[in-house]
């Protein structure tokens, strides 16, 4: 019968699939979960002291990690085309984790419902986008359409656009819902004009607007909330 091999006796970039196996995915850090994925890293560090080092810059943040773009980690000696592939790969499938998770409590009752709703899929974007929530007579969500979106500062909703999905989808409420990739989720003057005239516009068609968020990376500001609808 073959030894089983102590944590101690294992190469050092097999080390953290040892320790998986003995203590259970939890027990590992951010970056020896990343070294997995990576394998080996170059001549001079493990796989675990490589993503020890790209965490550090990265203020060992995932979400921050996960902006990179694969020319970004290939700077590092010991991480190449592929493997930044994979490092960005994991970052995605763990926005869409969050995202599946949101989407099954799929009943809106508040701004944060939408802030969690919409933070899997525009946390990270460099652009403006923006997208409306469609939802039933028992605030549960029928659809999410993209609206507009490319701008760095900025993106252009055309009102007509929303409440034609609104009424194709028989949506009784919708919610608008926009990022500011700067980081500032104060409302612009064209915001605030914008949820003005959406919310006129769409009583005219007997259609309730709930609310309009404007979410950043963490922070998030309601109309609702604020007292504008």
């Known amino acids: ?42 001549a ?21 990690l996960g902006k990179c773009d694969v020319d970004e980690l290939c700077r ?18 763990g926005k869409r984790r969050r995202d599946g998770d949101i989407r099954e409590r799929d009943a809106i009752t508040c701004s944060r419902d939408i802030y969690q709703y919409f933070y899997p899929l525009m946390c990270d974007l460099p652009v403006e986008e923006c997208w409306l929530l469609l939802l039933n007579h028992s605030m549960k969500v029928l659809e999410r359409v993209k609206i507009s979106g490319g701008g760095l500062t900025e993106t252009s909703v055309d009102i007509r656009c929303v409440l034609r999905e609104a009424l194709i989808k028989r949506a009784t409420s919708i ?49 609702a909330d604020e007292g504008y609808l």
């Open 1 to 42: 019968m073959k030894e089983r091999l102590s944590i101690n006796q294992w190469a050092e970039e097999d080390r953290p699939r040892e320790k998986m196996l003995l203590h259970g995915v939890a027990a590992l850090s951010n970056a020896e979960l990343l070294a997995i994925l990576i394998g080996s890293g170059n």
């Open 44 to 64: 001079e560090e493990s796989a675990v002291e490589l993503m020890r080092k790209i965490l550090k810059d990265y203020h060992d943040n995932l979400s921050e």
């Open 76 to 93: 590092y000696k010991g991480i190449g085309q592929a493997k930044a592939i994979s490092i960005l790969a994991a970052s995605e499938l």
């Open 175 to 223: 919610a608008l819902c926009h990022n500011h990739p700067s980081g500032n989720a104060t409302p612009s003057s064209g915001d605030i004009r914008l949820t003005e005239r959406l919310k006129k516009s769409a009583e005219v068609m007997n259609i309730a607007l709930i609310d309009h968020v404007v979410l950043t990376d963490g922070r998030y500001y309601s109309f």
